[in-house]
């Protein structure tokens, strides 16, 4: 229905910053909400942030203030901008579309992340 593609992981120092980029493609006029998920070595994957294209937005209390959703509607395209990374941001980072009247869970292939101390 919806294919995902992630780009913009990579390595940065403790307090650098890194913006990640997912691309929707296929069925896209179903999307109504995009979302970015982490999974770090040795644990399960975890919520990050999501987007509705009403411009409401939803954080993990572990990110706010530090990261920022966004998305581009016209181009089906989902932003997370990351500042002030930790350590313990690193991980694969997943994008996420629910899509109307779809239950199925549409994924990423991943990007990852790793910050250094």
């Known amino acids: 229905q919806v294919q995902l593609v992630e780009s913009g992981g990579g390595l940065v120092q403790a307090g650098g910053s890194l913006r990640l980029s997912c691309a929707a493609s296929?069925?896209?006029?179903?999307?109504?909400?995009m979302a970015w998920f982490r999974q770090a070595p040795g644990n399960e994957r975890e919520f990050v942030a999501r987007?509705?294209?009403?411009?409401?937005?939803s954080y993990a209390d572990t990110v706010k203030g530090r990261f920022t959703i966004s998305g581009d509607r016209a181009k089906y395209t989902s932003y997370l901008q990351m500042d002030s990374l930790e350590p313990e941001d690193t991980g694969v980072y997943y994008c996420?579309?629910?899509?109307?009247?779809?239950?199925?869970?549409?994924w990423g292939q991943g990007t990852q992340v790793t910050v250094s101390p």
């Open positions: 296929g069925r896209t006029f179903l999307v109504y909400s």
């Open positions: 996420a579309a629910s899509l109307y009247g779809d239950d199925s869970a549409y």
């Open positions: 987007h509705w294209w009403s411009n409401s937005t």
